[in-house]
Structures are given as structure tokens and as C-alpha cells.
């Protein structure tokens, strides 16, 4: 295929990784993270949702973003690329990681923009302060009390970013299903949120 239309799904798909890939200025951050985890066999992984993330922090105008699983800083430092006015609060519980991304989020020139936390969530949510502007949620399967804790957080309109509610779809026998089957209806609430779903992601706004 040349730069031109693609003519099939196979290349259009490829169109765009390339093309995505191409003009990713934390792609450095990404093959990081890549190696560290096949070399440490670890779960530290880079989300290939960090452009959408950057976009999504730039359509809401997100002056604070927050973050749950930094991993080695990617989409973070996509969430602070996205809104170039703006502060992001990311949460890490593997203190290897946390330091690994404040190294990397260094490189990037990003260190006075984002904030790396050590712990576990809910505990490190407690001290946060409310009034965030979006939320990307990229740990182990939420709960419905982390949920909540969210929507505290979340200003009124802001955006929350679930991942890991369809896990059910890569292995049934895996612990916790329910509790991603609890919260995809507790987003499901019309009265209390605007959700959508794509890339197995929930995109929810708060009423």
C-alpha cells in the first residue's frame, strides 16, 4: 500500500498505527515500557490509548487530570501533552515503576507537570483534592466503591476513562468478574452518569 486511500480494513488499519506511531512524541515512553515488562515479566503496560487520552484532555479542557496506574508514565504524559495548561496527579503502586516513570516523564520535560504518587487506590485517592476535570482509570478491575470515590473527585461534566471492566471477554475464569459486571452497571445509572463504550473502554460523564 502507498500513502494513498487504503483499500481494505487490513490496510486502513495499518494507515493509521503507522500514522499514529509516526507522529507520537512519547513513542520512546512506550518502547520503555514494552521492554521493562517482557524483561521483568511484569504488568506494567503502556495503553495504545494515549493520542485518545491527549485529545480527550484537550476537548474537555482538562486543567487537572487524574490518573490510576502510571505504569511507566505514557498515557500520563500524553494527558499532560493534551491539555499544555494543565496538571496531572498519576497514582503508581509499584514503587519500581513510579521511579521508572519519573525518570522517563523527566526526559519528556514534563516533571513540573506531573506528579507521580506511590499506592494503591482508593487509600492514595484520600487526600486529593476535589474538582477534576477527568479521570483515566487503568488499573486492576474497578469497583463500584472506587467508583464513587471518582465521582467525588470529578467535577460536575468532567470525564471518566475505565478501562479493564471486559475481562471476562480475554479469560471467564478470572477473579473479580463480577465486580467489573457491578460496575459497568453502576455507569450504566442514567441519572448519575453519560456513558458510552469504546475499545472496551468506558467514557462516562458526570451528571
Known amino acids: 500500500m502507498t500513502d494513498g486511500e487504503p483499500t481494505s480494513d487490513a490496510e486502513a488499519r495499518a494507515w493509521i498505527s503507522r500514522h499514529l506511531q509516526d507522529g507520537d512524541p512519547f513513542r520512546a515512553i512506550y518502547a ?14 503502556a495503553s495504545s490509548n494515549g493520542p485518545l487520552l491527549g485529545v480527550l484532555a484537550r476537548g474537555v479542557g482538562a486543567r487537572r487530570s487524574l490518573e490510576v496506574g502510571t505504569a511507566l508514565g505514557y498515557t500520563a504524559a500524553w494527558l499532560a501533552h493534551g491539555a499544555p495548561e494543565g496538571r496531572v496527579d498519576t497514582i503508581e503502586a509499584d514503587p519500581a515503576h513510579a521511579e521508572l516513570a519519573r525518570v522517563e516523564l523527566r526526559r519528556a520535560g514534563l516533571a513540573e507537570r506531573v506528579r507521580v504518587h506511590v499506592g494503591t487506590s482508593p487509600r492514595a485517592l484520600a487526600d486529593l483534592e476535589p474538582g477534576y476535570d477527568l479521570i483515566f482509570y487503568d488499573a486492576s478491575i474497578p469497583s463500584v466503591d472506587e467508583l464513587e470515590v471518582f465521582r467525588a473527585l470529578l467535577r460536575t461534566g468532567g470525564l471518566l476513562v475505565t478501562s479493564n471492566l471486559f475481562l471476562g471477554v480475554y479469560d471467564a475464569a478470572l ?31 458526570r451528571l
Open 175 to 205: 477473579p473479580g468478574l463480577e465486580r467489573g459486571a457491578e460496575s459497568r452497571r453502576e455507569l450504566l445509572d442514567r441519572a448519575r452518569w453519560l456513558t458510552t463504550f469504546a475499545d472496551l473502554k468506558a467514557l462516562s460523564v
Open 32 to 45: 520503555a515500557t514494552e521492554r521493562h515488562r517482557v524483561e521483568h515479566r511484569c504488568e506494567a503496560y
